[in-house]
């Protein structure tokens, strides 16, 4: 008899199956037992009876303990009452692989920094589980939107030599004997030099910026994806932006029904993510803030809070464009007509979860782009290679960048960032 997964049983009713998996919860009443057991694709409840199993079989419900591992046979019932719509009446406990010790974890409640310093574990839970389920799901329909629209995946190094974001955010590191190395903070500038080559391209990795904000939509080590097209201009760029945005939310909703149902996630909201999605300028933006009586400086970039006011007008992800160019970055190119403005756009998902995309079309002339890196005070031999972008061939060319802990805490409706990666990095959290 093969082995069979939790997943599959319905493909399996009224057959003797046999199952490898761990011990979730247990619970007895007399001469009826109920095991809980998890085999990684769900949860089934076997029902042992004292009249179905030898005696020995039936007496091991009490030397097993919660995350003990084990294989047991049962035959399959179909019973709408059980979670997950089918339960094991079993037959045998084969195999017993290990008596767990003392499971930290327990079903009741626990402190989150109690959780956090136990993520090797706290991943088992059907809520965590859930989370990375949906995130898994994101990923997928990210590569499929690009793979079905004709991109191809350049992957961009980890190890860079030159900031792209910012110099505030680098981690470094010593690298032999050419100097300092830097963690990438985007795979943004080898995307273009990526398009360039084949039109169309998506980068796909982590990133890290060494964020000293100590907030819950901020990781040190985070992954995004960053398509980048040649010819596209900043309308494109929001086209692109919009299409996706629906492409991933309608598939989660259709594939992830189950997760979305454990994480208790109102999808109402969820649902309404369809283009077009509405599209103001900054000013309209600080005109909300204005409205509402939020102290704001013009000419800032929006923080955390104004961010969620901006984006309560709306009931879908809103794209803000034009920001002043003096807080964004040095590759931007500026709108011809009012330069001291930046063809650039953020997206902010709704229910207060903030920036998700950030993109732009970039500077394709040469002469201005070296301008705009002395003025950031980068060193320009880092960024010969960038330029040559600009002397050979240089078209116009937009792109942006997606930050997937930030869309799988919307789309699962979570408080933190801090859940919706397997292990996740920040100012203060380098283990597990
Ligand atoms: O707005 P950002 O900094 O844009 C870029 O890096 C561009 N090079 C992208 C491009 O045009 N190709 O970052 C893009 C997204 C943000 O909107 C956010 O979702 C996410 O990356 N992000 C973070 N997520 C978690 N923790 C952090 N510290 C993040 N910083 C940015
Ligand atoms: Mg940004």
Redesign the pocket.
């Given at each position: 008899m093969g082995r069979i997964y939790i997943s599959d049983l319905e493909n399996h009713v009224g057959e003797e199956v046999q199952l490898h998996g761990w011990l979730y919860n247990k619970r007895s009443s007399g001469k009826i037992r109920f095991l809980l057991v998890r085999d990684g694709t769900g949860i089934v409840q076997c029902v042992m009876l004292k009249t179905g199993v030898p005696e020995n079989i039936f007496a091991l419900y009490d030397t097993l303990t919660q995350e003990s591992s084990l294989s047991i046979k049962g035959k399959v019932r179909k019973d709408e009452r059980a979670p997950g719509g089918y339960e094991l009446e079993v037959t045998d406990i084969p195999k017993i692989y290990q008596i767990a010790q003392d499971y930290p974890i327990t079903p009741k409640e626990h402190g989150i920094e109690f959780l956090a310093d136990r993520r090797h574990l706290w991943i088992r839970s059907s809520r965590q589980h859930a989370i990375l389920k949906v995130r898994h799901r994101i990923i997928k329909a990210i590569r499929d939107f690009f793979d079905g629209r004709g991109f191809t995946l350049i992957d961009s190094p980890i190890l860079t030599p030159a900031a792209?974001?910012g110099t505030t955010t680098l981690f470094e590191t010593e690298y032999f004997d050419l100097g300092k190395a830097y963690l990438t903070?985007?795979g943004?500038l080898y995307?273009e030099a990526a398009a360039m080559a084949f039109g169309k391209i998506y980068c796909f990795g982590p990133t890290f910026?060494a964020?000293k904000s100590k907030t819950r939509?901020?990781?040190t080590e985070?992954w995004?994806v960053?398509p980048e097209v040649a010819f596209n201009d900043l309308n494109d760029t929001m086209d692109l932006a919009e299409e996706f945005l629906e492409y991933i939310v309608q598939t989660v909703l259709r594939e992830c029904e189950r997760e979305l149902k454990v994480l208790e996630r109102d999808t109402t909201k969820l649902q309404n993510v369809k283009k077009p999605l509405p599209r103001i300028t900054y000013d309209e933006a600080v005109e909300i803030l204005r409205k509402n009586n939020i102290p704001f400086e013009y000419g800032n970039d929006f923080g955390g809070t104004d961010e969620t006011v901006i984006s309560e007008h709306f009931d879908r992800p809103v794209m803000v464009h034009h920001y002043p160019a003096a807080v964004k970055a040095f590759y931007m190119k500026r709108d011809p007509e009012k330069p001291h403005l930046a063809l650039a756009v953020d997206v902010l998902a709704p229910e207060g979860y903030g920036?998700?995309?950030?993109?732009?079309q970039r500077e394709d002339d040469y002469d201005t782009l070296v301008a705009r890196i002395k003025e950031h005070n980068l060193p320009q031999e880092a960024f010969e290679w960038y330029l040559d972008l600009r002397r050979f061939g240089s078209v116009p060319h937009a792109?942006?960048?997606?930050?997937v802990?930030?869309t799988v805490a919307w789309i699962c409706g979570l408080e933190h960032?801090r859940e919706t990666i397997p292990f996740p990095r920040m100012i203060y959290r380098l283990t597990p």
């Open positions: 792209c974001e903070q985007s943004q995307g910026r964020e939509r901020h990781l985070f995004m960053e920036e998700i995309i950030g993109g732009s792109g942006f960048g997606l930050g802990e930030r960032v």
